[in-house]
């Protein structure tokens, strides 16, 4: 049976996932936590690991993935008594980091990509071939998130909504500067977005969602697409206001936010972001089991869960195995291809 892209974004991030996760009463007492750190020790092979595991993260420090990742490091090494380097392997909007993961990282378990749905745009448009999807191994999920659509609190675009700015891009073409990610989601959600509402924007890149905001603070533009994380400082300090998030339901961290489909009247302007572990293709099956094992016990940490959703993100442990995280993955991406699809970048 297939499903569209909303479909599964309303899996991934739908209504029922933002209420309390289920799996905190299995941490409720320090015997099960000393459990789960037994069982890992007990798994663990015996030649691994014996150095640091680096954690790769392709964008840059500061943003959405960057923190996520080290929120996950800290929990991982809080499980397994292992160090851990998250590094960030950055350029190309992704694309430097996803080829040394797919291409030049070892497949010794020494390295684990944290990477996101972006990966998708990378390995099916940008590639050039070099490398594709199945040149990772997924081994455990970590959480969804939608985007959000902010602008200053005192800048040019001041108390206005989206709907207000939608109307100026579209009477005065290119004068409304949006930062945009190219080749990924910010990309094809802005792409959409001015299909539906007839509206012009002058696209600004940046690498990640963070240098966006910073450059929207600084004046050199007047709205920024981020994760709730890349800009949750600034809200609290009422430096910035949402005024739409990307997902197909409101978000409870920033509620009084419309989605882009109640502003637009469009059902498939919906996009979101999954994001998972995952290891290099070939990556030695006790290795992997043992690492996949490690990163679903920390994720099933309910103290974890709370820093996710600190970040805006929504952690799901009923995707709790390598196996279902590959299933989700590969159905996500199967949705994304098909968007490439019809819209021309890809040919059947």
Do not use: C
Request: hydrophobic fraction near 40%.
């Amino acid at each position: 049976m297939k499903h569209t892209r909303r479909q599964i974004l309303n899996r991934i991030t739908g209504t029922a996932l933002y209420s309390a996760v289920g799996g905190g009463a299995l941490w409720s007492t320090p015997s099960v936590a000393q459990d789960a750190k037994a069982k890992l020790a007990a798994m663990k092979p015996k030649d691994f690991p014996t150095q640091q595991i680096e954690m790769t993260v392709v964008y840059p420090a500061g943003g959405g993935m960057d923190l996520n990742a080290r929120l996950l490091a800290k929990y991982f090494e809080k499980h397994t008594d292992q160090r851990v380097l998250v590094n960030n392997r950055t350029g190309g909007a992704g694309l430097i980091g996803h080829t040394y993961l797919a291409t030049q990282a070892k497949n010794d378990g020494y390295t684990v990509g944290i990477v996101a749905s972006l990966l998708f745009g990378d390995a099916m448009l940008r590639s050039g071939g070099r490398w594709a999807m199945d040149s990772f191994e997924p081994i455990a999920y970590l959480n969804g998130d939608s985007m959000l659509l902010v602008t200053t609190t005192d800048g040019p675009m001041k108390g206005m909504s989206l709907k207000d700015i939608l109307e100026m891009a579209r009477t005065k073409p290119n004068t409304v500067r949006m930062t945009v990610v190219p080749g990924g989601i910010y990309e094809y959600m802005l792409e959409q977005l001015e299909q539906v509402s007839g509206a012009r924007f002058l696209k600004v890149p940046f690498q990640g969602g963070a240098p966006g905001v910073t450059a929207m603070l600084g004046g050199n533009v007047d709205v920024a697409i981020a994760f709730f994380a890349e800009v949750r400082g600034q809200l609290e300090a009422k430096a910035v206001v949402p005024i739409a998030v990307t997902g197909s339901t409101r978000s409870p961290f920033v509620p009084d936010a419309p989605t882009l489909t109640e502003v637009t009247g469009n059902k498939d302007l919906a996009w979101t972001i999954a994001r998972w572990a995952a290891v290099p293709k070939g990556t030695p099956a006790d290795r992997k089991a043992w690492l996949a094992s490690a990163v679903a016990t920390a994720t099933a940490d309910p103290e974890l869960q709370a820093e996710f959703r600190k970040l805006g993100a929504v952690p799901d442990t009923s995707i709790a195995t390598a196996e279902q995280t590959t299933a989700v993955v590969n159905r996500l991406a199967e949705a994304e291809r098909q968007f490439y699809l019809k819209t021309g970048r890809l040919k059947p």
